[in-house]
């Protein structure tokens, strides 16, 4: 695994976890770090899963591979799915409850989601079509070829830094009693989840297409149908509560 794509990532993942401890009740700081771990290694597991499905030709033929995830090969959609699932078992332990646990993570995903922008920039994946030079930004291709192409990754990246900062405008202007636990999460997951298939349609790198769409964009439908899931139970309890 490229050492740059690595560094990127765990940037991602130190300033998310910083996030996370700094917004948090002193008393729960520490637990929500631990939360916060749990949560990224499901993310490891389904961005491995991901890749791996992907590329199901070649791990058939070399299965000892599948768990070798230092070789290389995260699928980045993968891993948001696995952020989901990996925030919703959390929540089943003693004393957690999903709606605080999804806000206060939330910062971690979004930071986790910049960097990982950021990393298939450097390491050649979710690029972008060709344009004529002085219009694009060079970027390479799984090959490791550079050439001038549309920004994909660095609009991802910029965009997914203006929802988080939307989340935060919105946090410190609604008063805490109109915020019912999970909302910001659920609004947040969405707005990430439909940024996801607008830029599906900006990528050029190679991935199978199953009814007219690549499974990047299929994928990203998926973080919808979470985050609509989400919205809808926040929604249900809050109504179920007045």
Known sequence: MNLIFQLLLVLGVGIGL???ALRA?????????DQGLLVLLAALVGGRVG???LNWDYFNLQRAEIVQVWLGGISGLGAAHG???????SALRPGARLGYLADSLAPLGLSLAVSAWLAAW???SAYGPFLEAGVGLPARDESGAWAVRFPTQLVGALLT???WAVLDMLENRLKPARLAPGALAAVGLLGFSFLMVGLSFLRVDPLPVWRGLRVDAWAS???VAWGLLGLAAVMLTRRRRS
């Not at 009740?25 to 770090?33: D, E, G, I, S, T």
């Not at 952020?83 to 078992?89: E, K, P, S």
């Open 83 to 89: 952020f989901v699932i990996g925030l919703c078992l």
């Open 221 to 223: 439908l998926g973080l």
């Open 25 to 33: 009740p002193a008393r729960q700081a520490l637990w929500l770090v």
């Open 18 to 20: 910083a996030r996370v």
């Open 122 to 124: 450097w390491a050649g």
């Open 161 to 163: 830094l203006g929802l």
């Open 51 to 53: 890749y791996v499905a």
